[in-house]
Nanobody
C-alpha cells in the first residue's frame, strides 16, 4: 500500500501561483523507481481529469493541453516528493487536486490506471 499526502492548496487571485506537494511518508526512492506519478483535478459537477504526469525513473513529463506552459510537474528523489508548480492561474483551474501513483513506467491520463491516491487539496482561484 502506498500512502500519498498532498499539501499546498489554498486561495489565490487570478494570475497568481501555487505549488502543490505530494509526499509518500515512509517510502524510499527505490520504491518509486518503476512508478509513474500524476496530478488530477476535479471541479464540482465535473469528472476527474488528468493534469500532469511524471515518470519517476527518468523525470519525463506529460501535460494536459489546458495547463501546458503554465504548470510544471517535478520530483525530488531525496524527499520522495512530487510537486506541481502552477502559474498564471485562472478561475477555471479551481478544483480539488489529487496526487496519484501507479506501478509501471507509463504515464496514463485515465484515473482508472492509478491504484494509489491522496486525499486531495482544494485550489480556489478568485477572479
Amino acid at each position: 500500500q502506498v500512502q500519498l499526502v498532498e499539501s499546498g492548496g489554498g486561495l489565490v487571485q487570478a494570475g497568481g501561483s501555487l505549488r502543490l506537494c505530494c509526499a509518500a511518508p515512509g517510502r524510499t526512492f527505490s520504491t518509486f523507481s518503476t512508478y509513474a506519478m500524476a496530478w488530477f483535478r476535479q471541479a464540482p459537477g465535473k469528472e476527474r481529469e488528468f493534469v500532469a504526469g511524471i515518470r519517476w525513473s527518468d523525470g519525463s513529463t506529460f501535460y494536459a493541453d489546458s495547463v501546458k506552459y503554465r504548470f510544471s510537474i517535478s520530483r525530488d528523489n531525496a524527499k520522495n516528493t512530487v510537486y506541481l508548480q502552477m502559474t498564471s492561474l485562472t478561475p477555471e483551474d479551481t478544483a480539488v487536486y489529487y496526487c496519484a501513483a501507479r506501478g509501471g513506467w507509463d504515464i496514463f491520463t485515465s484515473p482508472g490506471e492509478y491504484a494509489y491516491w491522496g486525499q486531495g487539496a482544494q485550489v480556489t482561484v478568485s477572479s
